[in-house]
């Protein structure tokens, strides 16, 4: 199984972003679904969270600006990114629950990361 985040990039402050992450794999099925950031210097912080029913949930500073959604048919994740700010610089990692293999078995994958990097 992999992980494997796209999207990100060099944005100005107040600019948008679109981050993806797509699950590959022998997967049986994907559920609770991810987006973490890791700022220079500092430690891996979750950003926000979505069920395979859709449920979700954000970090407070990602509330209001950033929009976490899934398409469950192609196993993939998305962030949408609006109004950021250079303190949002980071990479934002991907996370998944997934259900693989033969006894079926369940596990957290991570994908390798994508920079996001916001200037003032």
């Known amino acids: 199984v992999q992980l494997v985040e796209s999207g990100g990039g060099l944005v100005q402050a107040g600019g948008s972003l679109r981050l993806s992450c797509v699950a590959s794999?022998?997967?049986?099925?994907?559920?609770?679904m991810a987006w973490y950031r890791q700022a220079p210097g500092k430690q891996r912080e979750l950003v926000s969270t979505?069920?395979?029913?859709?449920?979700?949930n954000y970090a407070e500073a990602a509330k209001g600006r950033f929009t976490i959604s899934r398409d469950n048919a192609k196993n993939t994740l998305y962030l949408q990114m609006s109004n950021l700010k250079p303190e949002d610089t980071a990479v934002y990692y991907c996370?998944?629950?997934?259900?693989?293999?033969?006894?079926?078995?369940?596990?957290?994958?991570w994908g390798k990361g994508t920079l996001v990097t916001v200037s003032s």
């Open positions: 979505i069920s395979r029913a859709g449920s979700t």
């Open positions: 996370n998944a629950e997934v259900v693989s293999g033969w006894p079926l078995k369940g596990m957290a994958y």
């Open positions: 794999g022998s997967i049986f099925s994907v559920n609770t």
